[in-house]
């Protein structure tokens, strides 16, 4: 599995962006997929989560009601969509394919495949 993840950039506090990630595998709905960051000195943390037919998602409490992860199946993508940005949103920001328990889903050891990460920088 190849995870391309794009539409990163810079904004400023208030505004919004949406990554997106394309996967090339056949097997695309078989996966949960997940969105992590990782800001410079910290750790990857877990951003969004969403089931591999759409129907359950999950959200770090820093972000809900901000951000909104979606995807199509029919083209292997995921999204996120980010609104109402806050400088501590800066991060790198990464896709990623699981087939573990949903409730695991927020792990980051549980993810198999990982895309090459999209830098997401909000100023003041």
Request: charged letters at 15%.
């Amino acid at each position: 599995v190849q995870l391309q993840a794009s539409g990163g950039g810079v904004v400023q506090a208030g505004g919004s962006l949406r990554l997106s990630c394309a996967a090339s595998v056949r097997t695309f709905s078989t996966y949960a997929m997940g969105w992590f960051r990782q800001a410079p000195g910290k750790e990857r943390e877990f951003v969004a989560a969403i089931s591999r037919n759409g129907g359950s998602t999950l959200y770090a409490d820093s972000v809900k009601g901000r951000l909104t992860i979606s995807r199509d199946n029919a083209k292997n993508a995921v999204n996120l969509q980010m609104n109402s940005l806050k400088p501590e949103d800066t991060a790198v920001y990464f896709c990623a394919a699981t087939r573990t328990v949903w409730g695991r889903v927020m792990d980051t050891t549980q993810y198999y495949y990982w895309g090459q990460g999209t830098q997401v920088t909000v100023s003041s």
